[in-house]
């Protein structure tokens, strides 16, 4: 692949911060623009609005072939599937929060600038970020790639920001597979409005993917769809270096090597300071966290702070960041820990209908193949094969991620 040597001086630099799951989130910056359509302002804030119900689509970026192109070589995507160019738009939509009350979010929507007049639909679902403009429909920065990837090759794409991130309000509940699920179905369903809003009205088929905590998210997506309670119809499956194993390869990870220790503060602390709001862990972050750590670590995850921030203000192993106590509950999951954890795992453990494959790379310290592997397990015991694409022992997270993106394009493009 040909990769700037600014992009690969960023890369490197990003993943030595531990910040690994939004490195493909440098490259496209949103242009804001007046809301284009609107639901009536009565609609868009009752607080009966039905899940799914469209508030507002605003335009943010219109590309021809040879940018959507160009922009994909700046990180070294394999353009070869890029058919035409695209239009992009920020939608929010009504949606619940992890308790169910009705509340809103934001997501990415990307059209094709041609193709056929009736498009299917792709459900792509971001990797781990912690600030509000890395989300899809963000700012400078956002994670715009890959749905632009996938919009290139004719397809719409519905890329929710999730809970608390993008324009949505509140803070994000990481890692939270059920509400995650909920903002990406009815992300989906918004979706499906806008398109015929906007003359390009899309079927029922829904091809799902992600990265990192999206491939994770990615499953459990395809999992709701499955129960035909949706009006929407999974076509195929093909999640990215997802952490489908939490309990058996992820949390194991953190504390045998397999995954970087930078990476592994990071996500650990963003995952108990969300989890807490949740499945309450902890009553004061001293009991989980060391000075001086624990004064801070709850703050940074705000929603403001910037990763190679975060980063920076947080120590560089498990072991300096956490109490005595709290190193051997990572070690070995209990209480609380081991209910918040198993909460949202087991996202492989069911029977799809449709094609399966799972990417991920034997290089990746961030998300150990092992939750893949894990995954087929599961899928193998329901009677379904599903093949791991390993994208070799030199590929680490983000490599995994543009290795294999035009693949899953490829493959999806086989699926008829």
Known sequence: MTITQHSKQQRRQWLRRGAAAVALAAVLGGIAAPAAMAAPAARATAPAAARGDLVSVIPLDTLDRDRVVAELGT?????????????????????????????????????????PHRLDLVSDTHGT??????APSGGAGSNRLTPYLHASAGRAVAAPDYLGL????????????????TASVDMLKAARTAADRLGRPVSRDVYATGF???????????RELSRGRDGLRLRALAPMAGPHDLL???????????????????????FLTAQNRLHPLYKDPAEVFRAPYAQAVEGLFDGSHRPQDIVAALPATPQELLTPQWTE?????????LEAIRANDGVCDWKPAVPVRLYAAGGDTDVPIANSRACAADLARHGVRAKVVDQGPDADHTATAVRSAPQVVRWFDSIR
């Open 129 to 134: 970020v912690a600030t509000r403009d890395d």
């Open 75 to 115: 990180l070294g995507i394999d353009p070869a599937t890029v058919r035409y160019g695209v239009r992009a738009y920020r939608l929010t939509y009504a949606t619940v929060d992890p308790q169910g009350r009705p509340t809103t979010a934001t997501g990415l929507f990307v059209l094709p600038r041609g193709g």
């Open 329 to 337: 509950n990572i070690r070995g999951p209990r209480g609380a820990l």
């Open 212 to 222: 990192s905590q999206g491939g994770q998210v990615a499953m459990a997506l395809g």
């Open 248 to 270: 058996g390869s992820e949390f194991p990870g953190l504390t045998d090597g397999r995954v970087d220790p930078r990476v592994g503060v990071f996500y650990l602390s963003y």
């Open 166 to 181: 993008g324009g949505g309000p509140g803070s994000h509940p990481y890692m939270d597979t059920r509400s995650s699920v």
